[in-house]
């Protein structure tokens, strides 16, 4: 990874040490900073890294506040919406007393939900998640021919406490 994040709550001392830091990239890693890419600013007008915006919402004392930008709510949403209603979702028995198999293509569409889901969870996304997962689990049972109160318990999927993952029942 060749980003890299500085704070401090007065920002000439990071631009007073800009040369220490550059020498030891350079002899160390074999990096530089780039000066067009380099800037500082105040915490209370926010950073965008890595697709998050660092804010400084409250006190100095208070930690940073880690929003997601729009496009990585978008990104869960999307991936949500790829696997709503798929016919794939069917499990497999071997024999009736046999444990359920799941497709491996599924698994593997899981983990990236999941994934997305784990470094959501870094953020002030709750709601958004909630909302996201609510969503994907109503339109998995509104298809299945029972009534809406006995379906909720036969979705194939199972949502983790706080909307941190999902998983196959």
């Known amino acids: 990874m060749d980003d890299l994040l500085l704070v401090d709550r007065d920002p ?13 990239l350079a002899d160390n890693r074999a990096q530089r900073l780039n000066t067009d890419k380099s800037h500082f600013t105040n915490l209370y007008d926010g950073i965008t890294y890595l697709g ?3 804010r400084q919402t409250d006190s100095p004392q208070q930690p940073l506040q880690l929003f997601p930008e729009p ?5 869960l949403v999307s991936a949500l919406r790829e ?6 979702l069917i499990s497999y ?10 497709p491996t293509e599924m698994k593997e569409a899981l983990a990236s939900i999941n994934s997305r889901l784990g470094i959501l969870v870094h953020s002030r996304s709750y709601l ?24 909720d ?17």
């Open 128 to 151: 958004m998640r909630k909302q996201a997962l609510e969503t994907f689990i109503k339109k998995n049972t509104t298809n299945v021919d029972m009534p809406a109160d006995f379906a």
């Open 52 to 54: 998050y915006q660092l």
């Open 12 to 24: 000439n001392k990071i631009r007073d040490k800009a040369d220490t830091i550059n020498r030891w």
């Open 83 to 88: 696997r709503e209603n798929e016919e794939c």
């Open 71 to 75: 496009i990585k709510k978008w990104q």
């Open 153 to 169: 318990h036969w979705c194939p999927f199972k949502v983790k406490k706080g909307y941190r993952a999902i998983k196959l029942r």
């Open 93 to 102: 028995r071997p024999h009736p007393l046999a444990l359920s198999l799941q």
